[in-house]
């Protein structure tokens, strides 16, 4: 049986395919095999998404993972940054939350909060 994967690793986007000898075509540099040898070990993912404030003119804030996290891990990580409230001025880069699902990955700021007096 062959699995099909489109390498997001680059702009360029390969079809790749890989058969049941685990032969892997269509990449067209190291990176799209690496990809697909990743996909099918253990997939990850950069969350992106973000974060309540407590601030009426801004009452969102980007935030995103600073290392990839576990692919299956991603709707359990939601849940707990969508009980996140922020109520204190941030900067990017920020962490949010500190080794979420004991990845060793923490969720950062993208965008500073900015708190009205």
């Known amino acids: 049986m062959k699995k099909e994967f489109i390498c997001i690793v680059c ?3 390969c079809h790749v395919s890989v058969d049941d000898e685990m032969n892997i075509t269509g990449n067209q540099c190291p990176r799209g095999k ?28 980007s935030c995103k993972t600073d290392k990839p996290i576990p692919k299956e ?3 359990e990580a939601m849940k707990i940054i969508n009980h996140i409230m922020i109520d204190k001025d941030i900067s990017i880069g920020d962490i949010i939350i ?12 993208t965008k500073p909060s900015r708190k009205k007096e």
């Open 73 to 75: 891990l991603i709707f």
């Open 11 to 13: 702009p360029r986007g």
């Open 98 to 109: 500190e080794n979420i699902l004991d990845t060793n990955v923490n969720i950062i700021a």
């Open 34 to 61: 690496t990809y697909v040898e990743n996909e099918l070990i253990a997939p990850t993912r950069i969350l992106t998404t973000t974060v309540r404030t407590s601030f009426e003119d801004q009452p969102r804030i």
